[in-house]
Nanobody, 123 residues
């Protein structure tokens, strides 16, 4: 089993930055991958970014390219999401997830999920 705990959410103004973190504990493997998804009010959960376990390959949703950066701290089993130039439409609960295989953008391929952290961006 793997446990994921997110942190770093909060309330900010448009244009501000936030850095989310997610710590994984339990049995993990270098064949796993990690990702961030988000679910805005009244919306379905959507893919934000994913990364291979060693951090060599990264993938982003088109809507966040150039503003968000996903990174790994392998020594601490942690994944980060640096979010810059935040917009009100980025308001959502952000979830960390682990795929026991390669990174994808498909929610149903992720096996472990955190509880989420709220990000609220005001205009």
């Amino acid at each position: 089993q793997v446990r994921l705990v997110e942190s770093g959410g909060g309330m900010v103004q448009a244009g501000d930055s936030l850095r989310l973190s997610c710590v994984a504990s339990g049995r993990t493997s270098s064949s796993y991958s990690m990702a961030w998804f988000r679910q805005g009010p009244g919306k379905e959960r959507e893919f934000v970014a994913s990364i291979t376990w060693r951090g060599l390959n990264k993938y982003y949703a088109d809507s966040v390219k150039g503003r968000f950066t996903i990174s790994r701290d392998s020594g601490k089993n942690t994944v980060h999401l640096q979010m810059n130039s935040l917009k009100p439409e980025n308001t959502a609960v952000y979830y960390c997830a682990i795929n026991t295989g390669p990174p994808t953008s498909r929610e149903n391929e992720y096996d472990y999920w955190g509880q989420g952290t709220q990000v609220t961006v005001s205009s």
